[in-house]
């Protein structure tokens, strides 16, 4: 994944991979996590 600048912040975009495995579509919100010093995880935010 690529990071870029979107506005005064910076975005990621998610493969279609983790999309599909996690059910996402546009407009839910997920969590991201640090998962050690150069990982993060990425999960469906419960509700």
């Known amino acids: 994944m690529q990071?870029?600048?979107w506005g005064n912040s910076l975005a990621?975009?998610?493969p279609a991979a983790?999309?599909?495995a996690l059910g996402l579509?546009?407009?839910?919100?997920?969590?991201?996590h640090v998962a050690g010093a150069d990982?993060?995880?990425v999960a469906?935010?419960?509700g």
């Open 3 to 5: 990071v870029s600048k």
């Open 12 to 14: 990621v975009r998610l």
């Open 18 to 20: 983790v999309v599909e």
């Open 25 to 32: 579509k546009e407009g839910d919100e997920i969590e991201i």
């Open 39 to 41: 990982q993060f995880g």
């Open 44 to 46: 469906r935010k419960p």
